[in-house]
């Protein structure tokens, strides 16, 4: 994949995460606990293609590692 293609994935994935949430937390703690919940997300994709065997979930962990830096993203924006 291209990163072009993966950039706009994430710009997708972004307006869709401020859809959503459009009252983001102010706290910095809560803002990074949303992140680490992605994170939690992708960890356990991972584990579930190694540990138990799942070959088919490729697409599942992109999503979480783009959905992880949609969300860091917007963390960053927040510290302005």
């Known amino acids: 994949m291209l990163q072009t293609d993966i950039l706009q994935l994430i710009e997708k994935e972004s307006k ?16 990074a606990a949303l992140i680490n919940a992605d994170a ?5 994709k991972c584990v579930s293609k190694k540990y138990k ?6 697409a ?3 999503a ?3 959905s ?3 969300q860091t993203l917007r963390f960053i924006e ?3």
């Open 16 to 31: 869709k995460q401020k859809l959503e949430l459009p009252n983001y937390p102010i706290h910095q703690v809560a803002q």
């Open 78 to 80: 927040s510290l302005d």
């Open 60 to 62: 599942e962990i992109k």
């Open 68 to 70: 992880i830096v949609a």
């Open 53 to 58: 065997g799942y070959t088919d979930n490729d």
């Open 40 to 44: 939690g997300y992708l960890i356990d």
């Open 64 to 66: 979480a590692a783009i």
